[in-house]
């Protein structure tokens, strides 16, 4: 089965400083990988996705992320974080469920994102 | 245009009754998802709905959960006989069919509390 590592619970960063958060994935094929954010109160919004091609994906509001198959890793980053950029942000995988193929996202648990000004 | 809806926003009732909670997807998205948000399972893949097929129920956490689309359109999560262990946020989330490459929108979901 697949599973999504998110080892960061918390991260705190200051205000124009570079951010990096962690996901590590564990899939037996090819991996679709997400990058969500979830403001306090707001819904779950796509930041980014890979599906194949340039390892380097881009992403809104300024953020990338990388996937490196060799280290199964899909890390998101962004070169400087503004105040707004505080929120959870989760590492997802699509894989099939069931017998059924059915495309439901597997979730890391979270990184709760805090801006120091 | 409207993204995904869903009502109420806030749902709080007493163990043992049953709750209703309503998606209204993006339209034209052909594809529904359930999911459920709680604080120590994190964010959980619950049903899964293309167009009027069966649903895949292969994530749902146990026989007091069920779902229906209508039309094709709107879904219903019902979770009968409620346990203080239900209470979480509901998410639903629409895409335009199923596939990997097509993007999930998701609502801003049902709060659960079962007191």
């Known amino acids: 089965a697949q599973s999504v590592t998110q080892p960061d619970i918390h991260i705190t960063v200051s205000e124009g400083a570079s951010l990096e958060l962690r996901c590590n994935y564990s899939?037996?094929?090819?991996?679709?990988l997400f990058w969500y954010v979830q403001s306090p109160g707001q819904g779950l919004q796509l930041l980014l996705k890979?599906?194949?091609?340039?390892?380097l994906v881009q992403g809104i509001k300024g953020f990338e992320a990388e996937f490196k198959r060799s280290q199964s890793s899909f890390n998101l980053r962004k070169p400087s974080v503004h105040w707004s950029d505080a929120a959870e942000y989760f590492c997802?995988?699509?894989?099939?469920?069931?017998?059924?193929?059915?495309?439901?996202?597997?979730f890391g648990k979270g990184t709760h994102l805090i801006i120091q000004p | 245009g409207a993204g995904v809806s869903q009502s109420p926003s806030n749902k709080v009732t007493e163990k043992g009754k049953d709750v209703e909670l309503r998606c209204d997807p993006i339209?034209?998205?052909?594809?529904l998802y359930w999911y459920r948000q709680s604080l120590g399972q994190g964010l959980e893949f619950l049903i899964y709905?293309?167009?009027?097929?069966?649903?895949?129920k292969s994530g749902l956490p146990s026989d007091r959960f069920s779902a229906e689309r209508t039309g094709g359109s709107v879904s219903t999560l019902t979770i009968q006989r409620t346990q203080q262990e239900d209470s979480a946020v509901y998410l639903c989330?629409?895409?335009?069919?199923?596939?990997?490459?097509?993007?999930?929108?998701f609502g801003p979901g049902t709060r659960l509390t079962v007191l």
């Open positions: 989330a629409s895409s335009l069919a199923k596939g990997n490459y097509n993007e999930q929108f």
């Open positions: 899939y037996g094929a090819t991996p679709y």
């Open positions: 890979y599906f194949s091609g340039d390892t």
């Open positions: 997802a995988v699509l894989a099939a469920h069931g017998g059924g193929g059915a495309d439901g996202l597997t």
């Open positions: 339209s034209g998205h052909t594809a």
């Open positions: 709905f293309q167009g009027n097929s069966a649903p895949d």
